[in-house]
């Protein structure tokens, strides 16, 4: 069974950083596609990155100040925040996939494991 835990959220000001981290088991971070969704009280979860083989996809609004990697040795994958802003607020969730859906990558439904999420809040 694939298990996926998330951490590293927490509050911060606009302007920061923060570096999210999701442990994998049950799956190789390598294997298939490891995806980042962010869900805003109210709102729909939303794309944020994925990265399958060595390829990295960002939505718009994150390009340029987030960066997703992972760690095959610890099977984790990473989203590094940057230049934070208060629209980024909300909860991050890491989500698994199979090495099927790369042209669904940014669908939600599309991955078949997700982790509890951790809460970003960024506000001054």
């Known amino acids: 069974q694939v298990q996926l835990a998330e951490s590293g959220g927490g509050l911060v000001q606009p302007g920061d950083s923060l570096r999210l981290s999701c442990a994998a088991s049950?799956?190789?971070?390598?294997?298939?596609?490891m995806g980042w969704f962010r869900q805003a009280p109210g709102k729909e979860r939303e794309f944020v990155s994925a990265?399958?083989?060595?390829?990295?996809y960002y939505s718009d609004s994150v390009k340029g100040r987030f960066a997703i990697s992972k760690d095959s040795a610890k099977n984790t994958v990473y989203l590094q925040m940057n230049r934070l802003k208060p629209e980024d607020t909300a909860a991050y969730f890491c989500?698994?996939?199979?090495?099927?859906?790369?042209?669904?990558?940014?669908?939600?439904?599309?991955?078949?494991?997700w982790g509890q999420g951790t809460q970003v809040t960024v506000s001054s």
């Open positions: 990265v399958k083989g060595g390829t990295t």
């Open positions: 049950g799956r190789p971070v390598n294997s298939g596609a």
């Open positions: 989500a698994s996939g199979p090495s099927t859906i790369t042209s669904q990558l940014r669908n939600p439904g599309a991955y078949d494991y």
